[in-house]
């Protein structure tokens, strides 16, 4: 069966500083894979997503950039955080566009 | 009119009741809708698939009425374990990869 994997569960960074989380998908191939941001109390915010290794479409436009280096892989990455940047991380993959999203367990992020 | 609209609630049900819950779609050309049910401070988990002719499964059922552009989600024998936000996705027809997520309607399910 497919299983996400995100990581870390809980971040807190300051100011300017730099940010890496990761997400991988087992169990499939050539996922479509999701990055979406939801601050408290709000909706969902799709951040970047990908159809494929190197193909990456922003939807935000923002400090933040994304990266699939691998098949299943992808990485929200932040040169310098914002206070803004605050929320709830969470990764996902489908099978395709018209088919359900499933959700890693998401990444807190506070930024002091 | 927004892409996907919910009633943010909350709605305060107690145990056992029936409640509905609506969500309208502007692109009439949509073509998948899912239910997500999200806890709070969790991830958003698949409740349900809504297909033209309707699902149910178990207490739950959805259904989609296409020419008044709406998807709703019906609780039947309400548990305080329902409680929970509920989120409706609506996907765009042409292959796009983007769905749009609702903000969600609020159920607390009381004793």
């Known amino acids: 069966s497919q299983t996400i994997h995100q990581w870390p569960a809980t971040l807190v960074q300051p100011v300017g500083s730099p940010l890496s989380l990761e997400c991988t998908v087992e169990?499939?191939?050539?996922?479509?894979l999701y990055w979406y941001r939801q601050a408290a109390g709000r909706g969902l915010q799709l951040l970047f997503y990908?159809?494929?290794?190197?193909?990456i479409s922003s939807e935000v436009p923002q400090n933040l950039s994304a990266s699939r280096p691998q098949d299943r892989q992808f990485i929200l990455s932040s040169k310098k955080l914002l206070l803004s940047d605050s929320g709830f991380y969470l990764c996902?993959?489908?099978?395709?566009?018209?088919?359900?999203?499933?959700f890693g367990d998401g990444t807190r992020l506070s930024i002091l | 009119r927004k892409e996907v609209e919910q009633d943010p609630g909350p709605f305060n049900v107690p145990e056992g009741a029936t409640v509905a819950f609506n969500c309208t779609y502007s692109?009439?050309?949509?073509?998948?809708f899912f239910w997500y049910r999200q806890d709070c401070r969790k991830e958003p988990k698949l409740l349900m698939s809504?297909?033209?002719s309707g699902n149910e499964d178990g207490r739950f059922t959805a259904q989609l009425n296409r020419a008044s552009q709406y998807i709703s989600l019906l609780i039947r024998d309400s548990k305080l374990s329902d409680s929970a936000t509920y989120l409706c996705?609506?996907?765009?027809?042409?292959?796009?990869?983007?769905?749009?997520f609702g903000r969600g309607t609020s159920l607390i399910v009381h004793p």
């Open positions: 169990g499939t191939s050539n996922p479509n």
């Open positions: 692109n009439s050309a949509s073509q998948s």
């Open positions: 809504v297909y033209s």
């Open positions: 990908s159809v494929g290794i190197g193909q």
């Open positions: 996902a993959w489908s099978v395709a566009g018209d088919q359900p999203q499933h």
């Open positions: 996705v609506v996907t765009p027809p042409g292959g796009s990869y983007i769905p749009t």
